[in-house]
C-alpha cells in the first residue's frame, strides 16, 4: 500500500475527529472523538516508521495508547462526576462544577 493512502485515512480520521470535539455536547462523545484524532496521530507515526524503515514511530505510537488510556479514565470520571452533579452529561453546563 501506498503512504498516500494511510495519510488519507488519517486525514479523514482526524477531521472527523475534530468535528466531533467541536460540534458535540455530550461528554461520552466528545471523548470518543478525541480518541479518533489520537488513532489518526497513530497511523501517521506507524505510516512514516514503516517507509523510513525505523521503530521510533511505533515506540511514539505506544506512548500515545497509553496516554490515551489515561485520558480515557480521567475523562470518564469527569463525566460520571458530571453526572452525579447535574443528572446530564451535557457539557455545557460543566463549569458550573467548580469548588
Known sequence: ??????LLL???????GVYGVLARRNGVLVLMS???ILNA?????????AVRATVGGEIFAL???AVAAA??????AMVLL?????RSIDL?????LRG
Not at 488519517?10 to 472527523?16: D, E, G, P, Q, S
Not at 496521530?41 to 516508521?49: E, G, T
Not at 458530571?82 to 447535574?86: D, P, V
Not at 455545557?92 to 458550573?96: C, F, H, K, L, V
Open 1 to 6: 500500500m501506498l503512504l498516500n493512502q494511510f
Open 10 to 16: 488519517a486525514a479523514a480520521l482526524f477531521a472527523i
Open 34 to 36: 478525541i480518541e479518533l
Open 41 to 49: 496521530v497513530n497511523i501517521n507515526l506507524v505510516a512514516f516508521s
Open 63 to 65: 506512548f500515545i495508547i
Open 71 to 76: 485520558e480515557v479514565g480521567v475523562g470518564l
Open 82 to 86: 458530571l453526572y452525579r452533579n447535574r
Open 92 to 96: 455545557a453546563g460543566i463549569d458550573q
